[in-house]
Nanobody, 123 residues
């Protein structure tokens, strides 16, 4: 069984910074893209940023220039460095690991989600 464990959320003032981490554990052979999505109250879940196993990134326009996604493949870990935070960044942030192959799912990779971590930015 694969689990994603997120950490690093919390309360911060506008203009501040936070770093989110997400570590995937289990019998993992490989992971495709990893990413962070967020969901604000009353809104749909939206992409924040993703990164492929080769390091190619995709960052939402709303956070471009403020958020940086990175990844440590050997540790199956993805990070989201968030700077110049705004109140509108307040949301639950979810980690995603895509196309995960384990010894039991080599021919049928599976996507996994973390439980979410709350980020609250006060004005």
């Amino acid at each position: 069984q694969v689990q994603l464990v997120e950490s690093g959320g919390g309360l911060v003032q506008a203009g501040g910074s936070l770093r989110l981490s997400c570590a995937a554990s289990g019998s993992i052979f490989s992971i495709g893209a990893m990413g962070w999505y967020r969901q604000a109250p009353g809104k749909q879940r939206e992409l924040a940023a993703t990164i492929t196993s080769s390091g190619r990134t995709n960052v939402a326009d709303s956070v471009k220039g403020r958020f940086t996604i990175s990844r440590h493949n050997a540790k199956n870990t993805v990070y989201l460095q968030m700077t110049s935070l705004k109140p509108e960044d307040t949301a639950v942030y979810y980690c995603n690991a895509g196309s995960v192959r384990t010894p039991r799912s080599m021919g049928n990779p599976v996507d996994y989600w973390g439980q979410g971590t709350q980020v609250t930015v006060s004005s």
